[in-house]
Structures are given as structure tokens and as C-alpha cells.
């Protein structure tokens, strides 16, 4: 389970700083949910710090659990334990870029088990060839990155992201550019297998209808009330359900 509480980043200096706040958020196992909102809002920014790439100005609870493993990620961040907070990153968490951020020297097959490799554990071969199936990667494992479609780098960063099993994947646009047939059947996969395993997903979409046809609970960007930024000089947005 992840529960987060009165998270508050600022990007930016000055006039140009941008306010993004979250109050409150709790995922399940099992459970994806979307985050929704106009183009500049914050919502990879809100993204970027649960992923623990960017440091909050403020929290007030983070914790993430996993069967009997509990870990307060709060107590981390404000005793800035970096080399812990990375542990996490790698073990707990699995990023899914909208340009899919596969590794051009390596082939598909690699990049999937690249994740494992660098945390030193040997891949589960039945997880393996169960995404590996269900994503349809089979014809592709030996092909590189420039020799694939936009859709097909998807699949292969949605198969990397969650080998190793992470408590939490954090995809950011991830069928931004595909057709709706191939948006919606890719996003169905990727349902399939979190759900499956028992994973927990927090997805940035633009496509409004595809969060519609697989019934999502939604994170949505609401401009913060001047009355509220006003107090911290920057204009802002924040998050709710």
C-alpha cells in the first residue's frame, strides 16, 4: 500500500515557480489510477517526486508497504538517507517514460532484464515469459530500440518496468503517441499485469476517453485557490481524487 499526505514541491524561482500539491493519496495493491490535468500543470513534476527523483519542499506522511515490509519514506527524505532513498528507486519502483527510455545499445531482450541485472538478482522466468507473452515481445527480443515502432518501445518499457516486481509503477504519457485502437490496447495490457501481479500504478494521461473506458479513479489538477498560494508567493495546483 502506498499512503502519501500533504506533499508539496515547487519547480522553478520567483515569479516563474510553480506550486504542486498532493493532500492526500492512497494506492492499493492491484489498483491503477490516473493523473489527469492540462498540459504544464504539475503532473509529471507530482510524478517525478513520488518517484523520489525530486526532493519535496514538504510532506507530511510517505510510507510504502509491501506484505509484511513497511517503509517510512518520509523518515528518509527528511534524514536525507540517499543511498536508502536510491535502494527504493531500484527495488520498489518501476518508471515507464513517454519515449519509453529504452537503452539503443542494447536489444529488447536486455533491456527487459536490466532492472534485474543491476540489482543482482536473477529474473523469474515465469513472470518472464508471462509479460513477455502478454505484451507479444516474442518477435522482438532480439531487435534494438531504432528498429521498433513507438508502440512496440512501449510495450518493451512496460515489460522493463516491472520484472523485478516493483510495489509501484509510475508511467508518465505512455500511449501519448499512439492511435486510440493501439493507446487502448496496449493500456489494457498493462492493466492485465498490474493487477495480476499485484503491483500498484499511478498513470499520467492526457486521453480523457481511454481513462473513461477502463473506469479509473482519477487523480485530477485543480488550480490552487489564490487564497491558498498567495501565503507561499507562487501560483499553484494541486491534486485531488
Known sequence: MLQIADLCVIRGQGSHSHRVYLPQLTLRPGQVMAVTGESGCGKSTLLETIGLLLQPNKIGRFELSEGAQHVDIM???????????????????????QNGGLL????????????????????????????????????LLAKYPTQL?????????????????PALV??????????????????SLFIELVRQEGMMSLVVCHD????????????TAQPEPLTASAQHEQEGTYFVL
Open 208 to 219: 480523457w476517453p481511454l481513462v473513461q473506458h477502463f473506469n479509473l479513479p482519477c487523480l
Open 75 to 97: 523518515a528518509l527524505l527528511n534524514g536525507e538517507r540517499h543511498n536508502e532513498l536510491a535502494a527504493i528507486r531500484a527495488r520498489q519502483l518501476g518508471f515507464v517514460l
Open 170 to 187: 509510475l508511467a508518465d504519457e505512455p500511449t501519448a503517441a499512439l492511435d486510440p485502437y493501439n493507446a487502448q490496447k496496449l493500456f
Open 104 to 139: 539503443p545499445y542494447l536489444n529488447v531482450n536486455d533491456n527487459i532484464l536490466l532492472p534485474c541485472q543491476l540489482l543482482g538478482q536473477p529474473p523469474d522466468n515465469a513472470m518472464l515469459e508471462r509479460v513477455i507473452e502478454t505484451l507479444k515481445l516474442t518477435p
Open 149 to 165: 515502432s513507438f508502440g512496440e518501445r512501449q510495450r518493451t518499457a512496460f515489460a522493463r518496468a516491472i520484472l523485478h516486481r
